[in-house]
Nanobody, 128 residues
């Protein structure tokens, strides 16, 4: 059974850092694109970052470029999201999601419906 479990969220002051982890079980990450999404209360879910092993593509949403870094450790079957210079507007529940690789398809298209498996989410709160 495919499962994703996020961890690493918490309360941090503006300008601080957090590293989120997305641990996968029941499948190997190298055949999947893994995306990080976030959803704040009253707002739509938005794609934040994505990494695809097959074509080495990486995507970042404009507001996090230069602050967030996505990476993967295939040996640990885990994807990370390093978040630096956090802002209050980064406050959200963060989800990781998996999309199975398909040849000739751009994998890091950040539409929720393209990602079939989701974690339960981890809360990130940026506040002084």
């Amino acid at each position: 059974q495919l499962q994703l479990v996020e961890s690493g969220g918490g309360l941090v002051q503006p300008g601080g850092s957090l590293r989120l982890s997305c641990a996968a079980s029941g499948f190997t990450l190298d055949r999947y694109a893994i995306g990080w999404f976030r959803q704040a209360p009253g707002k739509e879910r938005e794609g934040v970052a994505c990494i695809n092993e097959q074509d080495r593509s990486i995507y970042y949403e404009d507001s996090v470029k230069g602050r967030f870094t996505i990476s993967r450790d295939n040996a640990k079957n885990t994807v990370y999201l390093q978040m630096n210079s956090l802002k209050p507007e980064d406050t959200s529940v963060y989800f990781c999601a998996a999309r199975e690789w398909r040849i000739f398809q751009a994998m890091c298209v950040m539409r929720s419906e393209l990602f079939g498996d989701w974690g339960q989410g981890t809360q990130v709160t940026v506040s002084s």
